[in-house]
Each structure stands twice: as structure tokens, then as C-alpha cells.
């Protein structure tokens, strides 16, 4: 018997291969669909399963003309309730309402898709979805070939009735399933935090909830009984933890926007900013057909749009809590930053922050503010006006619940 010899860089080469290997076999979610948070459009916050073929086009067209899509909004997802209340008893797939949809979804599909956007759906890891429509246990594969024979570019999966299921192996198994049937999908878990989906989901999914549903009130939760929503900033509180856990292609999501949905004018600006400045995925939940000019004007600021898009990705975090005014820090590219200062109070702050005085550090990037050394326009993105530097102290009212929100640049 002749034995082969293996030279040491042999070997070497060897382990690494195996590596990758191993590695691409067990990657499960489609590559790069999300190097930047995800933008678009939900049906829910709105209106809940009274969805239809008129409305998705209406909706189609409004993305266009309002400007949005050329913001950057892209998805077009219909949430729960586009489904038939049984399953075809023959086949087992899932049947479009035939109230809701008489053509069925695809030429409502490629309506979307002629206007230069995405389309979403969703559906549930459970029996049934949260409305009490079919849910996919069970049908995994057989769900993502039909989602991928129609068309879809986007799945959000939800977490009703799934007593007695693994989250984890739940949605590993829709991930494998939408890799399976071949068609890039970006997979959204809406598992609402309650399994810690950020330690587990990055191979499996493009984001993840953090958290359970938001609700149109800038802070505290709205009880409905057996469940509960959460305001803005009650959501924000809970974030602050999770950002080593996010960037390209693997994003936490605090959930979809209540812009344009009852918030004054100012909650608007303060709700976007920080999601701007979280990374979140910005997903509106408005009747954009009845949007006034200043909902228009807060989700179309490209300047703030920019904070959320930009390319290094990195996950915003808190530097400072004090007399009801917070200030949210995020690198961006270029070794520029945003810096936002938002009043969750009925009153009016006055702030002043030396700039000379702050070495601001965040640990989990190795990224460095330091003022002291280099000094920095200052933007302030809601006004789009020029706010000095670095080199003098920053005096500014903020408004009830408003937000003073600025880039930083060399």
C-alpha cells in the first residue's frame, strides 16, 4: 500500500476548503437581497386584512407618483388576510380570496412589478395565521415553490398559533424551503423577539422583530386584552442592546412605521430619525392615497433616508439619557456620523452640548468620535441648514417630542 504524503500548506489548504464547504452547505438564505435596511410598504398598520386587488395597484401607483419609490421605497407587501380561508382541498396550496382578488395575485403581482417595484407577501409559522387564515406548518416547500411561481420578492412570516413549535427550527425550515424553490426571497421573521432571533437568525433571514407590534403613540403600550402594542419609544428602549447583532444583510427591526398614522408632526420626525438612525428596516404603514404634504415630506427626506441607507451599516446606540432628552449616535461612511437629540417630553429642552468636552466612543465597532482632534460641519437634516461646527458649543430648543438631528462631516 502506497501512503500519500501531505505537505503541511496541503493540509492547510484542505481545512480551509472543507471550511467554506461546510459553510455553503449550510447556508441557508439567499446572499446580498439586504445590504441596506429594507424600504417599502405594509399593508397592516391600515388596513388589517380589508386588503384588495384595487388597493394594491392604487397603493402601486401612489409609491410612484408621491416620489417615495424614487426615495427609496421598494416593497409593496401585503400582509395578513390575501388568502382564502381553506386551503384548495385538492392541491393544498394556499387560493387568493376570490372577493379580494378575482384574478388571483398574479396579475396584481406583475402590476407591481411593471411600475418598477417589489412585491411582499406574508403568512405565519403556525397553523394558522393571526387573523385565523391558513398558516404554513406543514407546507414549508410547498408554500415558497407557490410564493416563487408567482413572483414574490419578499416573505414576512409571523409567530401566531404556534404552540409547541421550535422558533428556531420553524423558520431555519421556510428559509431552507424559499432557498429551495429557487427565486431570491427576502425573509422577514416576525417572531417578535420572544426566541432572541438575533442570536440565531442572521444565515436564516434578512431581519428580524425585535419586539412586539408597534401602535400609533409615541410612548407606552395600548392594551387589547390579551395582547399589547408598543409606542415609538417604548420600542426604542429596547433596542440600544441589540445593534452588535445587525448590519448588511441582517438587520433587527423594531417594526413598521406609524408615520402618517396620528402622530403629530413632530412624533413623525422624532419616529423617523430614530429609525433612520437604528438601521430599521423602514417599512410605512399609512394610506399613502390620503397623505397630507408633511407625511409626504418626513418619509420622503432623503437626507434622513441616507443616515439609514448608508453602506457601513452599523446599528445607531445611546449615548446619553438625561432630563427626558436622549442623544443617539450612529457612524456612518466616510468617518462622518449622525448625532440625534430627541425630547420625549410634553415640554420644551433646552440643550447645550460642548462638542470640545465629548470623546464619544462606541465600543462595539471600534469607531471613535473625537472632536477634539478633528472638527465637523454640521447639517441639520430637518431643516436642511447649515449648524456651524464642532468647534463651538451647540445651544438649540427642541420642541415637545421633536428631534434635532444633524450629520457630521469633515
Not at 455553503?24 to 380589508?50: D, H, I, R, V
Not at 415553490?145 to 416573505?155: E, H, M, Q
Not at 441616507?306 to 438625561?322: E, S, Y
Not at 442623544?327 to 437629540?341: D, H, R, T, Y
Request: charged share 20%; with cysteine; hydrophobic share 35%.
Amino acid at each position: 500500500m502506497i501512503k500519500k504524503q501531505f505537505s503541511f500548506p496541503s493540509i492547510l489548504a484542505l481545512l480551509l476548503f472543507s471550511t467554506l464547504s461546510t459553510k455553503n452547505l449550510f447556508a441557508q438564505k439567499f446572499e446580498n437581497l439586504a445590504p441596506t435596511p429594507p424600504m417599502g410598504w405594509n399593508s397592516w398598520n391600515t388596513f388589517q386584512t380589508n386588503i384588495s386587488e384595487q388597493l394594491v395597484k392604487d397603493i402601486a401607483d401612489v409609491l410612484v407618483s408621491s416620489g417615495m419609490k424614487d426615495a427609496g421605497y421598494t416593497y409593496l407587501v401585503l400582509d395578513d388576510g390575501w388568502m382564502a380561508m381553506e386551503r384548495d382541498p385538492k392541491t393544498g396550496d394556499l387560493i387568493p380570496d376570490p372577493k379580494k382578488f378575482p384574478n388571483g395575485l398574479k396579475p396584481v403581482i406583475d402590476y407591481v412589478h411593471s411600475k418598477g417595484l417589489k412585491f411582499g407577501l406574508y403568512n405565519c409559522a403556525g397553523t394558522k395565521t393571526c387573523a385565523g387564515y391558513p398558516g404554513t406548518r406543514g407546507y414549508e416547500y410547498q408554500d415558497a415553490r407557490l410564493y416563487a411561481s408567482l413572483g414574490t420578492d419578499y416573505l414576512k412570516f409571523d409567530w401566531c398559533n404556534t404552540e409547541g413549535i421550535n422558533a428556531k427550527e420553524a423558520y431555519t425550515t421556510m428559509s431552507k424551503a424559499l432557498k429551495t424553490a429557487g427565486r431570491p426571497i427576502v425573509f422577514s421573521l416576525c417572531e417578535w423577539g420572544n426566541n432572541q432571533p438575533w442570536l440565531w437568525a442572521e444565515p436564516v433571514g434578512q431581519l428580524w422583530r425585535t419586539t412586539g407590534d408597534i401602535t400609533a403613540q409615541f410612548d407606552g403600550i395600548k392594551n387589547h386584552g390579551t395582547w399589547h402594542a408598543n409606542g415609538v419609544m417604548t420600542i426604542v428602549d429596547m433596542q440600544d442592546t441589540l445593534r452588535k447583532y445587525a448590519g448588511p444583510n441582517h438587520w433587527n427591526d423594531p417594526d413598521m412605521l406609524e408615520v402618517g398614522n396620528g402622530l403629530t408632526p413632530a412624533q413623525n420626525r422624532s419616529h423617523y430619525s430614530l429609525w433612520a438612525i437604528l438601521s430599521a428596516p423602514l417599512i410605512a404603514g399609512n394610506d399613502l392615497r390620503k397623505m397630507n404634504d408633511q407625511t409626504r415630506a418626513v418619509l420622503t427626506n432623503k437626507d434622513v433616508i441616507a443616515v439609514n441607507q448608508d453602506g457601513l451599516g452599523i446599528q445607531g446606540f445611546r449615548h446619553r439619557n438625561k432630563d427626558s432628552v436622549q442623544i443617539w449616535i450612529k457612524p456612518l461612511s466616510n468617518g462622518e456620523w449622525a448625532v440625534c437629540f430627541v425630547n420625549r417630553s410634553s415640554v420644551a429642552k433646552q440643550i447645550e452640548f460642548n462638542w470640545q468636552n465629548e470623546t464619544i466612543i462606541d465600543k462595539d465597532f471600534n469607531k471613535t468620535l473625537d472632536t477634539k482632534a478633528n472638527t465637523y460641519k454640521l447639517r441639520e437634516l430637518w431643516t436642511k441648514k447649515d449648524a456651524g461646527t464642532t468647534k463651538a458649543v451647540l445651544k438649540a430648543t427642541i420642541q415637545p417630542y421633536d428631534v434635532l438631528m444633524l450629520r457630521l462631516t469633515k
